[in-house]
């Protein structure tokens, strides 16, 4: 791909290589970060009582050494993992953590973290894991709570406008991102999976604003690219939840198969629909996590039948697949991972059944493993070709 | 083919009950099915026993199917069919046995799978899960379940509490969850009578609140009497007796199961008749679910002087004087306060405690209680909701209380590649010098 201005993309390729950089920078000149795990942690509460919020994520390069003597290996590999790098001082600069209750290896190692990892503040938010009026009730109190937990612990209170100004500025991103999602469309994406991931995880360190700008820029950078081959890439979607490394994407890129749409949870899970603007954004807030980011932590079963349900939980990836003119589909799921390891088969199924092939990899996140990944998906992607011939 | 097991010497007539009443379970749910009577999947410590007895469901206690299968050690072949289907063999292996299980009944056409050990367990008319009474499993089980049995309704009801947090009293917040759990409860109960074309009994539900609390109250009265030297029963036997309090809460046989368990207990004391011949070790089985297949492991510490006078697994449920309960008249309040309450009724005394926190407090009074000598905690790999944090515990018992040995065997729940005979007890041996090292230097 050529271009012929790529300030944005270099300034991605700095944010990513060394993830945090900014908010560090931010930190020694007086400005305060929040680290927060998974995708269920609402940004914009943390982002209104004045934190830029840093998701915590892990580096499959790394080994993991430090975290064994003090979290058991049964849990979800990712989380072991940012927890070691947590442990070798990568988020040193952070002034506290949010840990949302998005599955059991989350939840039952929030203490873990709180002992080993001390910070001057912990918060464990108790999401639910489904929607319904209920729920929505119980979530927005649980909101609640902690804006009146981050209000102790800065001192300031949050307002309805802030809140309000922060929602707005997140939709805002996901806006942007739409925008840039819908150049990985043409026959010859103008994006590849490698900088896609790059920028996606980028800004997940960043304050909002910033993150919006950026991703403006990059899409008019790409939107000027000319692109040279002639041939269509094959075109694959990756569906998993913490993928947050270029590991997997070069395995695929290298075949000449191209990304081109994603289902992951630093990724199109949290930018394919907004907040409402409601007049009370708390619970506009609540609603768009519970009702709207498609995580298999939330159970969604409206009284339906079994096919009905089917639709409210992977009735996106039909629309991702037929929009973003899908060829195949990889999923990968982390080992020990129950939210997503429950639901391998009845995902495997739905896809297959809209006549698209899935190859399904369990991983532990590690960079250990990818010479085995490699050859297996070097296989799956030359026996599909072949057979498309 | 299943492997032959060993069989474990019960210390109680009670605990020598229990194979009889776990099987009565399964032959029940299955004539139920039979007989057009309706049959619900449940799980272990699932808040609706009063509503399921109060409405004439026959429960089908799905984990404690593989729980048979695992003790019976003929779990192997359904792990391997859930395999066959993409299902991680890190995942709950609980789960995975009833899944390969109904993934094979579907192959079948909806018949039992051959050989199924106890003549296997009936096909639901519906499923009733929680987000999260516990685990992830239960409500991702449910849902996976339903991709083999698509015409099954399943109903979760969401049900927390709140977390622990040192610097705030749980009880500010208490109402809303509490709201939560009542609201999601009403809900079970509607989704149960659009089932069942059949309302719900409110007098009845309460009479079943009524005796569940006598129960509980009688589970803890029978349970204290452990703490008599020699102890008359250990966690072996208390890995059989949770059977009531776990899959038959809400019946009058459950209620009487502990009132006889209690005067058996207390004719043992006053005969001093002990679980070991020589009671040297008092342990604590500080966490973790057992191997099913490996219960004979408890002989083996018995017949070293070792005895477990307390556990924490499966002992769910406590005195209600001591959850400090408001008097509430909606049965749906007071089942969800009392289930509240006892998540949370340890957090005062973690936050006396500089450093602790509510699961090592739990461990610190039967340790007392108890005049316990050593820890010892299962860390089961397919399950992360209790083994997950073991080794904070461990480490804070240290810090806030005292030195005391610690333990931690590794294994699982169902799946039995994951265990070595040899080596378990070669660590026993081990943990059983560590003690008697300790008491020539006392």
């Given at each position: 791909m050529e271009t012929t201005n790529d300030k944005g993309l270099a300034l991605v390729e700095t944010y990513y290589k060394d993830y945090g950089c900014q908010a560090r920078a931010m930190k020694k000149a007086g400005k305060r970060a929040m680290g927060y795990i998974s995708a269920v942690a609402p940004v914009e509460i943390i982002n209104a009582a004045g934190f830029t919020p840093v998701r915590i994520k892990g580096d499959p390069n790394e080994a993991v050494t430090k975290a064994y003597s003090s979290m058991e290996t049964l849990v979800c590999p990712f989380l072991l993992n940012a927890f070691d790098l947590a442990l070798k001082g990568k988020y040193d600069y952070l002034d506290g953590i949010v840990i949302p209750h998005t599955c059991d290896s989350v939840s039952r190692t929030y203490e873990v973290w709180k002992r080993n990892f001390p910070l001057p503040y912990y918060h464990f938010l108790n999401v639910p894991h489904l929607d319904g009026a209920p729920s929505l009730a119980f979530f927005t109190q649980i909101l609640k709570t902690f804006i009146k937990s981050l209000e102790q612990f800065t001192g300031n209170g949050i307002s309805e406008k802030n809140l309000a100004h922060a929602v707005l500025a997140y939709n805002e991103l996901r806006q942007a991102m739409r925008d840039l999602y819908d150049l990985r469309k043409p026959d010859q994406p103008l994006i590849s999976g490698i900088e896609m991931i790059k920028l996606l995880v980028a800004v997940k360190a960043l304050p909002v604003d910033e993150s919006a700008a950026l991703v403006r820029q990059v899409t008019e950078e790409v939107k000027g690219r000319t692109i040279s081959s002639p041939q269509k890439p094959l075109r694959i979607m990756l569906v998993g939840d913490q993928i947050d490394d270029t590991g997997l994407i070069e395995i695929i890129e290298k075949t000449g198969a191209q990304v081109v749409m994603d289902d992951v949870s630093v990724g199109s899970k949290l930018y394919y629909a907004d907040i409402e603007t409601t007049s009370d954004p708390v619970y506009g807030i609540a609603e768009y996590y519970l009702e709207k980011v498609s995580l298999p932590t939330f159970y969604r079963d409206r009284g339906g039948s079994y096919d009905e349900n089917l639709e409210l939980r992977f009735g996106h990836l039909k629309r991702f697949i037929s929009e973003f003119n899908v060829d195949a589909v990889i999923l990968l799921v982390y080992k020990n991972c129950d939210p997503y390891g429950f639901e391998v088969p009845a995902t495997i199924s739905y896809i297959e059944s809209l006549g698209k092939p899935v190859f399904y990899v369990e991983d532990e996140y590690s960079s250990s493993s990818s010479s085995r990944l490699k050859t297996r998906i070097e296989a799956f992607l030359e026996m599909f070709t072949q057979e498309r011939r | 083919m299943a492997e032959e097991r060993k069989q474990r010497m019960t210390a109680t007539a009670a605990a020598a009950k229990i194979p009889k009443m776990v099987r009565a379970n399964f032959t029940a749910n299955l004539k139920a099915k039979e007989e057009g009577r309706p049959v619900a999947f449940s799980f272990i410590v699932n808040c609706y026993d009063e509503i399921l007895r109060a409405m004439d469901i026959v429960p089908a206690w799905a984990e404690s199917y593989s729980g048979i299968c695992a003790a019976k050690r003929d779990a192997g072949k359904y792990l391997e069919k859930a395999e066959s289907q993409n299902f991680s063999r890190s995942l709950c292996t609980y789960a995975t046995c009833g899944l390969g299980f109904e993934y094979w009944r579907n192959e079948l056409g909806g018949e039992m799978p051959p050989d199924a050990p106890w003549g296997g367990i009936a096909r639901p008319d519906f499923i009733l899960g929680t987000g999260q009474m516990l685990c992830d499993p239960r409500y991702k089980w449910p849902q996976a379940a339903q991709h083999y049995m698509q015409d099954v309704p399943a109903y979760i009801g969401g049900f927390y509490w709140p977390p622990y947090d040192e610097n705030m009293d749980q009880r500010e917040v208490e109402n809303y969850y509490l709201k939560y759990a009542v609201d999601e409860l009403k809900g079970a109960i509607?989704?149960?009578?659009?089932?069942?074309?059949?309302?719900?009994?409110?007098?009845?539900?309460?009479?079943?609140?009524?005796?569940?609390?006598?129960?509980?109250?009688?589970?803890?009265?029978?349970?204290?009497?452990?703490?008599?030297?020699?102890?008359?029963?250990?966690?072996?036997?208390?890995?059989?007796?949770?059977?009531?309090?776990?899959?038959?809460?809400?019946?009058?046989?459950?209620?009487?199961?502990?009132?006889?368990?209690?005067?058996?207990?207390?004719?043992?004391?006053?005969?001093?008749?002990?679980?070991?011949?020589?009671?040297?070790?008092?342990?604590?089985?500080?966490?973790?679910?057992?191997?099913?297949?490996?219960?004979?492991?408890?002989?083996?510490?018995?017949?070293?002087?070792?005895?477990?006078?307390?556990?924490?697994?499966?002992?769910?449920?406590?005195?209600?004087?001591?959850?400090?309960?408001?008097?509430?008249?909606?049965?749906?309040?007071?089942?969800?306060?009392?289930?509240?309450?006892?998540?949370?009724?340890?957090?005062?005394?973690?936050?006396?405690?500089?450093?602790?926190?509510?699961?090592?407090?739990?461990?610190?009074?039967?340790?007392?209680?108890?005049?316990?000598?050593?820890?010892?905690?299962?860390?089961?790999?397919?399950?992360?909701?209790?083994?997950?944090?073991?080794?904070?515990?461990?480490?804070?018992?240290?810090?806030?209380?005292?030195?005391?040995?610690?333990?931690?065997?590794?294994?699982?729940?169902?799946?039995?590649?994951?265990?070595?005979?040899?080596?378990?007890?070669l660590r026993i041996d081990a943990f059983i010098e560590v003690l008697e090292n300790l008491k020539n230097k006392c």
């Open positions: - | 509607a989704f149960i009578e659009k089932q069942t074309q059949k309302k719900m009994d409110w007098n009845k539900l309460e009479e079943i609140t009524d005796l569940v609390d006598r129960t509980w109250d009688m589970f803890i009265d029978a349970y204290e009497l452990r703490k008599a030297r020699p102890t008359p029963m250990d966690t072996g036997d208390a890995m059989n007796t949770m059977v009531p309090l776990a899959f038959m809460l809400g019946t009058q046989e459950a209620y009487d199961f502990y009132k006889d368990l209690y005067d058996e207990l207390k004719g043992r004391i006053d005969k001093k008749e002990g679980v070991a011949e020589d009671e040297k070790y008092r342990l604590l089985w500080g966490a973790g679910l057992p191997p099913w297949f490996a219960l004979s492991d408890f002989q083996y510490f018995n017949n070293k002087g070792a005895v477990f006078p307390a556990e924490r697994t499966y002992r769910e449920a406590e005195r209600i004087d001591r959850l400090d309960l408001p008097k509430l008249s909606d049965p749906l309040e007071r089942i969800a306060l009392r289930w509240m309450r006892y998540w949370t009724h340890w957090y005062d005394a973690a936050r006396k405690r500089k450093g602790s926190i509510p699961e090592v407090e739990r461990l610190i009074e039967y340790i007392e209680d108890y005049q316990i000598d050593g820890v010892v905690f299962h860390k089961a790999f397919s399950c992360r909701t209790w083994h997950s944090g073991i080794l904070l515990q461990a480490q804070i018992l240290k810090e806030v209380y005292r030195e005391i040995p610690i333990l931690v065997l590794e294994g699982d729940i169902v799946d039995i590649s994951s265990y070595n005979e040899g080596a378990t007890h």
